[in-house]
């Protein structure tokens, strides 16, 4: 009896899980035991080491897709797919930040410094000088080393290719803005890695 009990309770959750939604064609509404697929592998035009290099100064970012992994939604459980990365900060030739050996850990996805799975296409304000066919990622950022208060820190990325070169174009920004409590010198302003856009070439 128990036996047929536990093949029940499996086969019922095997089929939740087979409810596959696509990220960029679906509303993402974290359907209980649904696996929200990039349906079209955009996320594998971004994944790999990318450089940006200014004399001394160079900003590498590796980024790596992690495919029907599970994340709990407030009461649901649900699979989905995400990219996560790591990044290294050279300023003046010397390393001001490391967190790619983090990218070898077997983390949750949320716990990566560069973690997410947001889609955007030509009809989103992200997106208004994509071409048709054009897609960019939105993805959180992380720095182990500084907390800033009411910063919340996004990386969006496009593909740039140039000249037969592969190349993203980085838009690092915040749309928060930094709490500061009335008579405190916050410990920090800025992250490790300066915010703006960077070019990054595929190494």
Request: charged letters at 20%; proline letters at 3%; one cysteine or more.
């Amino acid at each position: 009896m128990k036996k047929v009990l536990f093949i029940i309770i499996l086969l019922s959750f095997g089929s939740k899980a087979q409810t596959i939604k696509s990220l960029y064609d679906d509303e993402y509404a974290a359907v209980d035991g649904a696996y929200y697929k990039d349906t079209h592998n955009d996320f594998d035009n971004f994944t790999g080491t990318w450089k940006y290099t200014s004399g001394t100064t160079s900003l590498t970012i590796t980024l790596q897709k992690k495919t029907m992994t599970p994340t709990k939604f407030g009461s649901n459980n649900i699979f989905e797919d995400v990219l996560v990365g790591g990044y290294k900060y050279i300023e003046n030739g010397i390393v001001k930040i490391n967190t790619v050996p983090q990218l070898y850990l077997d983390l949750d996805s949320i716990e990566y410094y560069i973690t997410g799975n947001a889609i955007i296409g030509p009809n989103s304000q992200y997106c208004l000088d994509c071409g048709p066919n054009d897609r960019k990622v939105l993805l959180i950022f992380n720095d182990p080393d500084r907390y800033i208060l009411g910063y919340d820190a996004q990386m969006i990325f496009q593909r740039a290719d140039s000249g037969g070169v592969q190349k993203l174009k980085l838009l690092f920004r915040t749309i928060g803005n930094m709490i500061v409590e009335e008579g405190v010198t916050p410990l920090y302003t800025s992250y490790t890695v300066p915010f703006g856009e960077y070019i990054l070439v595929k190494q």
